[in-house]
């Protein structure tokens, strides 16, 4: 079946340190591959997204690539701030309307200063 | 663009009564996903709609809980009745028709004691 597995947190860094959460994927077919951030006591939002293979998605420092061969999406980001504490969750579905998302079990991140 | 909106944001109630969460979807979405987030089990789609009507309810733990879904901007999510292992987050998204994008509410949170 499809299902995305993530790191195991908490991963814990200090401010302006590299960033990696690992992600991979299983999937019949061509999904669309997101990660989605939680911030405390919030909704999740959608970070960044990559609908085809080698397409590389990034916001706010955040990047991540739909690696095909690798059935991976890690998420990077050069320097972390405080600010980014947060739950992160990547996630999978299909190019359809309407269909529901695969989560993985999200990767909580703690930045201190 | 107000969002997703949930309402209420927390919830305490005694076992056995009736609960009802309810959501607004963007204006313009037509699929609505109710996810229930805790510690132990993570994020766990429970329901989604297409076009008001549920396409897949195989998240729904048991008879207890209900969901409906009357018109485009209305969603309720029932559980009747309540067990303390109901506590948890419950989360709204919506996504509209051309993207598989989704955008989630603020989430209630629920006690049942």
């Known amino acids: 079946g499809n299902s995305v597995t993530q790191m195991e947190g908490p991963v814990t860094l200090s401010e302006e340190a590299f960033l990696t959460i690992n992600c991979t994927y299983t999937a019949t077919g061509y999904p669309s591959l997101f990660w989605y951030v939680q911030y405390p006591g919030e909704g999740l939002q959608l970070l960044l997204k990559a609908t085809k293979a080698d397409d590389k998605g990034s916001n706010k420092g955040f990047e991540a690539t739909y690696r095909k061969e690798t059935t991976s999406f890690h998420l990077e980001k050069g320097s972390v701030q405080v600010s980014d504490s947060a739950v992160y969750f990547c996630a999978l579905s299909f190019n359809q309307a309407g269909t529901a998302l695969i989560f993985g079990k999200g990767t909580t991140l703690s930045v201190s200063s | 663009d107000a969002g997703v909106i949930q309402s209420p944001r927390h919830e305490v109630t005694e076992m056995g009564q009736e609960v009802t969460l309810r959501c607004k979807p963007i204006?313009?979405?037509?699929?609505l996903f109710w996810y229930r987030q805790t510690m132990m089990r993570g994020l766990e789609l429970l329901i989604y709609f297409n076009n008001n009507v549920p396409i897949d309810d195989s998240g729904m733990p048991e008879d207890r809980f209900s969901a409906k879904m009357p018109n485009a901007s209305f969603s309720t999510l029932k559980i009747q009745p309540s067990e303390p292992r109901d506590s948890a987050v419950y989360f709204c998204?919506?996504?509209?028709?051309?993207?598989?994008?989704?955008?989630f509410g603020p989430g209630t949170r629920l006690t049942v004691l």
């Open positions: 998204a919506s996504t509209e028709a051309v993207t598989d994008t989704q955008y």
């Open positions: 204006s313009g979405h037509n699929s």
